[in-house]
Structure formats: structure tokens, C-alpha cells
Nanobody, 122 residues
């Protein structure tokens, strides 16, 4: 079965950086669009970034453009999220998932990982 395991979260000061990883198994990874989403307490799950199977095309949510970068290593079945210039409002649980490139809605994605907590202090 499909398994996605996120890691790399933690506590960081505003302005700092973190790199999240999502290790995938049980799916044709190099052919699969992967997305990162986040959910803060009391809020809906929000699209962060997505990347096509070959890695040639990426899309970002407006709130992270210019600060976050999504990439993937298909040899390692892993997708990454480099987060720079972090802000307190970036605090959330970050999830990776697979889904269609044509959609950024969380409802179109499946096989969610357990998430990794990112906390940005001011």
C-alpha cells in the first residue's frame, strides 16, 4: 500500500529555515505529482506547493511564493520542501500527499502522511 512519511519539522525562530522530507513507497513515484499542504489549529488544510512526477513543473501557494521551494529525488522516492524566511504564521502541521497536478485542493489528494510539526517563534 501507499505510505508517505514526513520528517524534518521542528522549532525555529522567525527568519530561519527548515527542510522537510517526505519518503514515499508503494506507488510509481517518478510518475506521481506530489504536494505539500499545511494545517494550523482551527484552520482548514492549505495548499503549499506541488511538483510534477519528473520535477519539471512546480506551483506554489501565494503565501509561500519566493520563500519555499519544492523539489524531489526520484532515485530516493523523496520529495522535499525547503522553507526559508519562516514567519510565525507558517506554524502548522505539514503534510505531503499524492494527487492530480490540475488541482490544488486537498480534497483531490490522497495517501496522506502523518504530518510533521513546524513551529516558528517570533
Amino acid at each position: 500500500q501507499v505510505q508517505l512519511v514526513e520528517s524534518g519539522g521542528g522549532l525555529v525562530q522567525a527568519g530561519g529555515s527548515l527542510r522537510l522530507s517526505c519518503a514515499a513507497s508503494g506507488l510509481p513515484f517518478s510518475m506521481t505529482t506530489m504536494g505539500w499542504f499545511r494545517q494550523a489549529p482551527g484552520q482548514e488544510r492549505e495548499f503549499v506547493a506541488k511538483i510534477t512526477g519528473g520535477g519539471g513543473t512546480t506551483i506554489y501557494g501565494d503565501s509561500v511564493k519566493g520563500r519555499f521551494s519544492i523539489s524531489r529525488d526520484n532515485a530516493k522516492n523523496t520529495v522535499y520542501l525547503q522553507m526559508n524566511s519562516l514567519k510565525p504564521e507558517d506554524t502548522a502541521i505539514y503534510y505531503c500527499a499524492r494527487g492530480p497536478f490540475y488541482s490544488s485542493s486537498p480534497r483531490a489528494y490522497d495517501s496522506w502522511g502523518q504530518g510533521t510539526q513546524v513551529t516558528v517563534s517570533s
